[in-house]
RNA sequence: GCCCCGAUAGCUCAGCUGGAUAGAGCAAUUGACUUCUAAUCAAUAGGUCGCAGGUUCGAAUCCUGCUCGGGGUGCCA
């Protein structure tokens, strides 16, 4: 039991005499904003003044008189217009950290009813390679599957694969027309990889040089238009003048964006114009990109040869992806693909017309919703089902297998709507119990403040930055400590490298853009991985030189003692973990469990630098000690873990 | 056009379901290693929480308007 919901427990019986539904007044009791003030506040007497027309401090001290705080607070103070604020009794702390001591599971209880949660994160398409937009989804997602699993919830993971896909026309129509057999036959995903990039750009060859001369022409209009405005005169007038300012910034940053544009067109031209391969196959082959479609469409109406060829693929793109989740040491319960659901679009789209939902538009089968303009379009006029469909079938497949009461998709927010149509129409299907929640992320940004790219404007890829990381986290290792062995420094590098990335991700609220840096993600201060495994391992040292049994200190632990102020706030951090993971699932944050950790482990520096375990004065505080330091190192790797981060003992 | 999101220290970011004097890290300045790992700690400095109103005991947080930026916007995923 963490203290907070110790103490809201108490509060409650007291405020439910006063109040119908105290669950408001509850959550106003939060850990103090300054720790001169105690360890908790409660703010609930000045709304509640309002309502009972009293004077905030006299209900404040009504609820004193009577809210049972005995053995839990040690201190009780109305302050101020009417906060009460409350300090944890020393002895109810103690108790509760050799109770966290004892226990493997650090103390934590378990929620009393556990539901079954289904997360949908990663998600990749399988034969385009993985690249950075894919990691914020994949760690995000582990990172609170981990956490609703350790506190007892069920949480089944889904990677709901893109392998269905146009990807799949692109490379079989490469294979039909570009293969080269020996390549296959050695290295078949490498092969596969070049082919999909090889018909993509021919693809893009195509796009362009259709797009350029529209392009250049739209410039020229918008330049014309740049330079009636420059001319107009506003009279005098203020506000013409203002809106004409503003006019002509619009424009100006749209030239400047299609201009680079224009570049980006050329520079894919120019690529393939450059290479006598290239320019012949792309002359050979003016109608791919609807050539490309259409093996698509073959494959979804089921031809033989594509589906073929599909069922050769898709395993082995999966064993290639599956080498990027085992360095990133990820794993899913399930990952049930777009092509899974491809056999019940058909009755999705059915259903929702039997019972009255749809409406034809243009051709295409809609659902149409009250709060969007748009609506939701489940078959196109062409016939072809679309995302909104397989995400539908996805749903219920979700319900009736396994009967979720959450299903959690952890999407770039840029999908918001999508999802907000999504489980509109899912509710007006009939599932209206389930919690359908888009655990939404922002975008990684570059050093420039645009989207992570490559300096030639590509997406940056997963595994390369991977080895990056890890390479640049060697040299880190190797510089810190020159003794150790290769060996030695590879593992460090390894656990750091991967753990740095994770952090670095998981460490901002994942609801804003964030910017990337190899040098942040790996320093060696700052709140980052990097500190969190370096407190751990100073734990380790502590344990090693004092040569203590860790065991017996489990087994048999002896009383706690505050001597130092800081080591009473280590022990109330440390029983505060609970807390940290409530936190952590009322909105789907992980950052809020990193930034815990981070605190914890600036204590934890405080007290190594101020309370020796070894030299302590007498051998009830040594042992005092070393219970808090197992504890903490316990409560550093059991968080890491649930980030999904490793520790080591000596970095 | 319509919809959504953002703007907090020089930089990168927390905090946002209203709480007391707005926090951290980096960078800057200063101090601490014969010491359980200095991949550390202590200290100083740094702010009109985009602007203007409003709601109230109390606003970075809620509401309205504005400015700037990003994203989305019927047949892609």
């Not at 979720?404 to 999908?415: G, K, M, N």
């Not at 993600?521 to 380790?540: C, E, F, H, I, K």
């Amino acid at each position: 039991m963490n203290p907070l919901s110790e103490i809201r427990a108490r509060f409650s019986t007291t405020l439910s005499g006063m109040v119908e539904d105290p669950a408001n007044l509850l959550s106003m009791i939060r850990p103090a904003g300054d720790s001169k003030f105690g360890d908790y506040q409660a703010n609930c007497a000045m709304p509640l003044g309002k309502q009972l027309s009293k004077s905030p401090r006299e209900i404040a001290s009504e609820i004193c008189e009577s809210v049972q705080l005995d053995g839990l607070c040690q201190k009780i103070e109305i302050a101020g217009p009417g906060f009460i604020n409350l300090t944890i009794d020393d002895d109810w702390l103690k108790n509760g950290l050799t109770a966290a001591l004892v226990n493997e599971r650090l103390g934590v209880t378990q929620v009393s009813e556990p539901k079954t949660f289904v997360i949908d994160y990663s998600s990749p398409n399988v034969a385009k390679p993985m690249h950075v937009g894919h990691v914020r989804s994949t760690f995000i997602g582990d990172a609170i599957s981990k956490v609703l699993r350790f506190v007892g919830h069920t949480a089944i993971s889904d990677n709901h694969l893109g392998d269905w896909g146009t990807q799949f026309g692109m490379i079989i129509y490469g294979y039909k027309h570009f293969l080269e057999e020996g390549a296959y036959q050695q290295e078949p995903v490498a092969e596969l990889g070049r082919l999909y990039k090889y018909v993509r750009k021919l693809m893009d060859y195509h796009a362009a040089v259709k797009r350029l001369p529209e392009l250049e022409a739209a410039q020229e209009e918008l330049k014309s238009k740049q330079a009636d405005l420059e001319s107009t005169d506003s009279e005098g007038d203020k506000k013409a003048e203002k809106q004409l300012k503003k006019q002509l910034r619009q424009l100006r940053s749209k030239i400047e964006d299609q201009a680079q544009a224009v570049v980006e067109l050329k520079a894919k031209i120019s690529e393939v114009d450059g290479d006598a391969g290239l320019a012949r196959d792309a002359s050979a082959h003016p109608n791919i990109t609807l050539n490309a479609q259409l093996e698509t469409a073959a494959l979804h109406e089921g031809d033989a040869t594509n589906q073929g060829l599909w069922e050769k693929f898709l395993p082995l793109c999966r064993e290639d992806m599956q080498k990027i989740y085992d360095r990133l040491d990820i794993e899913f319960d399930y990952e049930l693909g777009e092509s899974f659901y491809h056999n019940e679009l058909a009755n999705v789209v059915s259903d929702l017309t039997d019972k009255g939902y749809t409406k034809e538009s243009d051709g295409a089968i809609c659902v149409f919703l009250d709060n969007h303009n748009a609506p939701m379009i489940i078959q196109k006029r062409d016939g072809a089902y679309l995302y909104s469909t397989t995400d539908l079938a996805t749903i219920k497949y979700r319900m009736e297998k396994w009967n979720a009461d959450a299903c959690l998709y952890v999407v770039d927010h840029r999908q918001s709507e999508h999802f907000e149509k999504l489980f509109d129409v899912a509710r007006l299907w009939g599932f209206g119990e389930v919690e359908l929640a888009h655990v939404a992320f922002g975008t990684v940004m570059g050093p420039d403040g645009k989207p992570y790219k490559t300096r030639s404007g590509d997406t940056v890829g997963l595994s390369g930055l991977l080895d990056e990381a890890e390479s640049r986290a060697l040299e880190i290792a190797t510089n810190q400590n020159p003794e150790l062995t290769e060996d030695r420094h590879r593992e460090i590098a390894n656990v750091i490298g991967i753990g740095g990335l994770k952090y670095a991700d998981l460490s901002h609220n994942r609801g804003s853009d964030y910017e990337f840096s190899y040098e942040k993600m790996l320093a060696l201060r700052g709140n980052t991985a990097t500190y969190l495994q370096y407190s751990y391992a100073r734990v380790q040292g502590i344990l090693r030189r004092t040569e203590a049994d860790v065991e017996s200190i489990r087994t048999n632990p002896g009383e706690f003692i505050f001597e130092n102020a800081v080591e009473r706030q280590l022990g109330l951090k440390l029983i505060r973990f609970g807390e940290a993971l409530d936190e952590v699932l009322v909105e789907y944050k992980p950052n809020v469990l990193c930034n815990y950790l981070f605190e914890l482990s600036q204590l934890f520096a405080q007290f190594f630098d101020k309370c020796s375990v070894k030299d302590a004065n007498s051998e009830d505080l040594k042992k005092s000690r070393l219970q808090l330091c197992d504890l903490t190192a316990r409560t550093i790797r059991g968080g890491l873990e649930l980030l999904g981060i490793g520790v080591l003992d000596k970095m």
